[in-house]
């Protein structure tokens, strides 16, 4: 029986300028070693005859035009699926419709299926926690806290979804900066129009805006997406040590200055 139907063989040259696909010379040379005893430890048997087809796959699994690999019309049909090729049992014969799966065509075995969970973000339990950010470098706590609002502090991490995780600062005017900051660090805004550009320091941002000194290092932390804003939403930004939030009893973070 021949397994590739004389309409499966193709020819030698695709339509594509300058690129041959060799499914001609690679279907000659396929039947010549079924017709043959390559592979077998019989010479008088055949490969199709043979109780051992693993090593003509083993063969092919190589990076060689006759790998699928290389070149897919090779097995049109799929080596031992449905039809029971080369005398392999069921067991044998090769999973997923015949597709090559990496180096899977060396085994006679099947393939273990390495299944991905997707775990919503309703699925998982909601958390609080509160920081108070006198107590905590402004640097190394917003990246804290952008890895809790992620959840790529849960095993249950899905980059699709939040972690369902709410965080509240407190005493947001009080965040403690490291070296010269308060006078060298600047934010800027520009409204769109020549000469809006303005400059403040952190100083006066202290003073006009303190809930943004913590909001605005989060915020660069997130996906810049909707799903960035929608963990950005589950951030609650104090400035004073008073908070509407006991009834979620949040768990403290202990300081990290010594």
Avoid: C
């Avoid at 000659?28 to 079924?34: D, G, H, N, S, T």
């Avoid at 299944?115 to 909601?126: D, F, Q």
Wanted: no cysteine.
């Amino acid at each position: 029986m021949d397994p590739w139907p004389a309409r499966d063989r193709g020819r030698g040259k695709s339509r594509r300028k300058g690129r041959a696909t060799h499914s001609s010379g690679t279907f000659r040379f396929v039947q010549k070693a079924l017709q043959s005893g390559f592979g077998t430890k019989d010479p008088g048997k055949t490969l199709m005859q043979s109780a051992h087809p693993d090593k003509f796959f083993a063969l092919l699994s190589r990076r060689s035009p006759l790998s699928p690999h290389r070149n897919p019309r090779v097995f049109p049909l799929g080596i031992g699926v449905g039809r029971g090729a080369f005398g392999a049992p069921a067991r044998e014969r090769i999973p997923n419709g015949g597709r090559p799966q990496g180096r899977a065509l060396a085994s006679s075995s099947i393939a273990k299926v390495m299944r991905t969970s997707h775990v919503k973000a309703s699925e998982t339990e909601e958390r609080w926690f509160i920081y108070d950010a006198s107590e905590h470098v402004l640097g190394r706590m917003a990246a804290e806290i952008a890895t809790r609002l992620i959840g790529k502090d849960r095993p249950t991490y899905t980059p699709s979804e939040h972690g369902n995780t709410h965080v509240v600062v407190i005493n947001a005017a009080r965040a403690v900066v490291t070296g010269d900051k308060n006078q060298q660090k600047e934010y800027q805004t520009y409204s769109g129009y020549p000469g809006g550009r303005s400059v403040l320091s952190l100083e006066k941002v202290r003073d006009k805006r303190p809930l943004d000194i913590v909001t605005l290092a989060v915020r660069r932390m997130l996906p810049k997406n909707r799903l960035g804003h929608q963990m950005l939403r589950h951030l609650k930004v104090y400035a004073d040590a008073n908070h509407r939030h006991q009834a979620q009893t949040p768990t403290v973070v202990e300081s990290t200055i010594s």
